[in-house]
Nanobody, 124 residues
Framework: QVHLVESGGGSVQTGGSLRLSCAASGITSGNYYLGWFRQAPQTEREGVACMDRFGYTTYAASVRGRFTASRDNAKNVMTLQMNNLKPEDTALYYC??????????????????WGQGTQVTVSS
């Protein structure tokens, strides 16, 4: 079965950095597009970043220039480097994987598998 496990969340102050990782098992990540989503309490899930199997990356406007996504297909790991964090980045962050031949997208319906989330808290 497919499992995705996030790690790297924590609490930082405004302007700080965190690096999230997602380890995938049960799939060959090179055959999937991978994404990061986040959800704050009583809000809808928001797409943050995604990367297709060839390395093309898409970012939400709210994080572009601050967050960088990467993937290591050989190790089935993807990473989200988060710099210059802001309080509005506070959320539970999820990694996700979806099967598709094309480019990735930031809509949750595109994804088939989800991790359990890791909490990111940014204080002012």
């Amino acid at each position: 079965q497919v499992h995705l496990v996030e790690s790297g969340g924590g609490s930082v102050q405004t302007g700080g950095s965190l690096r999230l990782s997602c380890a995938a098992s049960g799939i060959t990540s090179g055959n999937y597009y991978l994404g990061w989503f986040r959800q704050a309490p009583q809000t809808e899930r928001e797409g943050v970043a995604c990367m297709d199997r060839f390395g093309y990356t898409t970012y939400a406007a709210s994080v572009r220039g601050r967050f960088t996504a990467s993937r290591d297909n050989a190790k089935n790991v993807m990473t989200l480097q988060m710099n210059n964090l802001k309080p509005e980045d506070t959320a539970l962050y999820y990694c996700a994987a979806g099967w598709d031949a094309g480019n990735c997208g930031l809509q949750s319906w595109r994804y088939d598998y989800w991790g359990q989330g890791t909490q990111v808290t940014v204080s002012s």
